[in-house]
């Protein structure tokens, strides 16, 4: 089992940043392909960014390329998304999620095995 538990969300002007972290608990963390989702009101929660296990590749949605960055730190169980010029429709619920097993893609939902319980990022114009 994985235990994930978000912080770091809070309202900000567009233009500022945020940093997220998302706390593991588990054994599978360093084997775990960690993810950010996010979910606006009224839509689907979208694939943010992701973080290999062990390598370390990174793979980012189009919307946040070059603004945001994924990483992580096995010593202390935490993937970290910081956030930097954010925009009013970066405002979202955002979700940690772990993928314990291997295959399939990273961007979709179904990719995931474990998921914390969100954190509200509001960003005012």
């Known amino acids: 089992q994985v235990q994930l538990v978000e912080s770091g969300g809070g309202l900000v002007q567009a233009g500022g940043s945020l940093r997220l972290s998302c706390a593991a608990s588990g054994r599978t963390f360093s084997n775990s392909a960690m993810g950010w989702f996010r979910q606006a009101p009224g839509k689907e929660r979208e694939f943010v960014a992701v973080i290999i296990s062990n390598g370390g590749e990174t793979y980012y949605a189009d919307s946040v390329k070059g603004r945001f960055t994924i990483s992580r730190d096995n010593a202390k169980n935490t993937v970290y998304l910081q956030m930097n010029s954010l925009k009013p429709e970066d405002t979202a619920v955002y979700y940690c999620?772990?993928?314990?097993?291997?295959?399939?893609?990273?961007?979709?939902?179904?990719?995931?095995?474990?998921w914390g319980q969100g954190t509200q990022v509001t960003v005012s114009s």
């Open positions: 999620a772990a993928r314990t097993y291997y295959g399939g893609s990273y961007y979709y939902s179904y990719d995931y095995n474990f």
